[in-house]
């Protein structure tokens, strides 16, 4: 083989190595999220994949969960849960013993009780009334974790459920914290370290009824 050949295969592997990654790096910060004029409320999907969160004996991947923000006058109901105006609450699921599935405002207190996902990245949209019975009846069907069905499982479905079809996330046959986290960064708008408010009072619904915790226990109410 001549130099002049060899050298025509070197650039045609340069090439072939260098093309998808051009394409990659065309494709990040394209995407837009929306806010609908007649939204009533703010969708946030979070995802965190830094694994210095990890607890000895305790291999951590990372988390994906949402928050919802009720930006209107009246309260807005997101399962069983009511949201009044101007409150955000924590949505995500978890493989906790007494429940494994959707709970309500766990992050927000997991992040204040242990300062976890610092570096955590977002996208916000506005939702309408119509994407609120969406989230409700998503979360219904959902109300569960597996190691398939897992927390960016539940987060990405979530969000596509009321998303555009520029607003939507891969989906993948095995998900995880650091694939939604690569997604998220394709938006203009992703944020980083996005500030989290929510309840002090967290739980999960077993059916019609609210097992709430705070730091110091257990209580139950309707």
């Known amino acids: 083989m001549t130099i002049k050949k060899i050298n025509s295969f070197i650039l045609i592997i340069l090439l072939l190595v260098c093309l998808p990654l051009l394409g990659c790096s065309n494709k990040n910060q394209t995407k837009l999220a929306y806010f609908p004029k007649n939204s009533v409320g703010e969708l946030t999907i979070f995802s965190h994949n ?3 969160d990890s607890l000895p004996m305790l291999f951590n991947l990372g988390h994906s969960f949402l928050t919802f923000k009720n930006t209107s006058s009246e309260p807005i109901k997101i399962a069983n849960y009511l949201v009044v105006p ?5 949505i995500g699921t978890w493989s906790i013993s ?7 405002n766990l992050e927000y207190n997991y992040d204040v009780l242990h300062n976890r996902y610092d570096g955590r990245v977002s996208v916000t949209k506005g939702v309408t009334n119509e994407d609120v019975e969406k989230i409700t009846e998503f979360i219904y069907l959902n109300d569960t974790w597996s190691p398939i069905k897992n927390c960016s499982y539940f987060a990405v479905n979530l969000w596509n459920e009321v998303a555009t079809d520029d607003e939507k996330l891969d989906t993948y046959w095995i998900y995880s914290p650091n694939k939604v986290v ?19 009072e967290f739980g999960y619904f077993a059916n019609t009824t ?7 226990g257990e209580y139950d109410y309707v």
């Not at 101007?86 to 924590?90: G, P, R, S, V």
């Not at 007494?98 to 309500?104: E, K, L």
Request: glycine content about 4%; overall charge positive; aromatic content about 18%.
């Open 86 to 90: 101007n409150e955000t609450i924590c």
């Open 50 to 52: 830094n694994v210095k």
């Open 182 to 200: 690569a997604n998220l960064k394709q938006f203009k708008t992703f944020e980083v370290n996005k500030l989290m408010v929510s309840n002090k």
């Open 98 to 104: 007494s429940h494994f599935g959707v709970w309500f």
């Open 210 to 216: 609210y097992v709430g915790f705070t730091m110091e």
